[in-house]
């Protein structure tokens, strides 16, 4: 679908009833110019709970594990209440309890076993955005836009690396458009969960923390969207660290390779895989602050054919970068000619390799 924009909303761009109405409104502007599909995160600070929550149920902490759902529900219900008119409010308010109900059987099980299965781990956090796509696409609907919410693992399939899984792109864009065309044709906004998916025989999966980043640009690829505008709490992608360097400024423009170059070292505001389904059908990426909707934010395309210097610079702490090259130049012929560096970072006692051939 050529015409298609694909938004994605962060956390904070949805982390209350007034940020989700500012997300509704920018997709409503926009749906009156061409289709649009929506990708929603969880609200600010969910997903973290929701983790915590599965390890107090890991651990026996039944007390623990019942304060943070009823944390859960209230934070649900009173968005939803502040959110909604009265009269809209009951069938969303029952299907917040349903979902959260959901949350309860899986990590009771939990409970029961002192343990944290991967598999249910991520049909667990994935709540967080269920509970988004609903709220979001019931008040675009109370607003007079038709919308319709969609969990992810009904159309991304992936593999089963739980916590951190792959897309399938062949099966992903047949389930995808299959789903996602007819609603967009009868001008209907779907409002699609972030961060997760489903194997090919339906066990759910997520695609890592901030994976709705990813989840957005798996879906612009599937279904050829003209662009991809990736909402935050930021102006855009930045020269330096504003924290470490007070003069930076916003880029106005990045290739696919400095972003992701940017973001596997330590910038935050795209995910590190974001640009890796798009890179085929060259869509190009906004990178956009819902706070403040007149800044411009960064343009991410295929190339740009001037480029003097470095454009940016980032870094990380507690880090140790590790490289490998071959003692003997006869084993550079192996893996047709590829050079293997490999990157092994410490932080906080959590280590990531990254193998670029």
Known sequence: MKKLLVMKFGGTSVGSAERMRVAARLSIEQSHKRPVLIVVSAMAGVTDLLIESTKHAEGG?????????????????????????GAKQKPVLAGIRDLVGEFQRITRGMLMLND????????????????????MAAYLNAQ????????????????????????????TTEKARKRLLPLLRRGVLPVVTGFNGSTADGRPTTLGRGGSDFSA????????????WIWTDVDGIMTADPRLVPDAAVLDEVT??????LAYNGAKVLHPRTLAPLVESQIPVWSKNSFDIDKPGTHIVPEI????GPCAVTSMTKVALINIEPASAILTGTRA??????????????EREKRFW
């Open 116 to 135: 944290r299965p991967p598999r249910s781990v991520d049909e667990a956090i994935a709540i967080g955005e269920r509970l988004s796509a609903l709220m």
């Open 256 to 261: 696919y390779r400095e972003a992701a170059e």
């Open 217 to 228: 640009s798996i879906l612009s690829a599937a279904l050829e969207a003209a662009e991809l």
């Open 144 to 171: 007079g836009t038709k919308a319709e919410p969609m969990n992810a693992r009904e159309l991304i399939v992936t593999d089963a690396v739980f916590g951190s899984a792959s897309p399938l792109m062949d099966q």
């Open 61 to 85: 902490d039944r007390s623990g594990l019942e304060e943070n759902t009823r944390k859960l529900e209230e934070r649900h219900i009173e968005t939803c209440r502040e959110l909604l008119p």
């Open 337 to 350: 000619q590829a050079r293997a560096d490999l990157i092994a970072l410490f932080s906080e006692g959590v």
């Open 305 to 308: 054919t001037t480029r003097n």
